[in-house]
């Protein structure tokens, strides 16, 4: 088992910054692709950026592509989400989660995660 704890969320004003941690314990995999994904109210969960096991490759969703930055600490078994030039449709439900196959490029596509944390509020005000 894995466990994920997100945190780092809360109320920031358009145009503000923030950045999510997601610190991982339990047991170590050989492969954990990490992944953030949001859910804002009455909508379904959304993808929105992954990381490989190794930090090498990020990969992201159109939508927040060249304002957020996704970012991994391996020494510290944690995963960071930076976020810049947050707009109020950017309001949701941060989770991280993590995908342990190995040799599945799933992770990439939003598919293929095992373990999920909790989540962090993330508010932007116009």
């Known amino acids: 088992q894995v466990q994920l704890v997100e945190s780092g969320g809360g109320l920031v004003q358009a145009g503000g910054s923030l950045r999510l941690s997601c610190a991982a314990s339990g047991r170590i995999y050989r492969c954990n692709n990490m992944g953030w994904f949001r859910q804002a109210p009455g909508k379904e969960r959304e993808f929105v950026a992954a990381?490989?096991?190794?930090?090498?490759?990020?990969y992201y969703a159109s939508s927040v592509k060249g304002r957020f930055t996704i970012s991994r600490d391996n020494a510290k078994n944690t995963v960071y989400f930076q976020m810049n030039s947050l707009q109020p449709e950017d309001t949701a439900v941060y989770y991280c989660?993590?995908?342990?196959?190995?040799?599945?490029?799933?992770?990439?596509?939003?598919?293929?995660?095992?373990?999920w944390g909790q989540g962090t509020q993330v508010t932007v005000s116009s």
């Open positions: 990381i490989s096991s190794s930090g090498g490759s990020t």
């Open positions: 989660a993590d995908a342990v196959i190995c040799g599945s490029s799933a992770y990439t596509r939003g598919q293929g995660y095992d373990y």
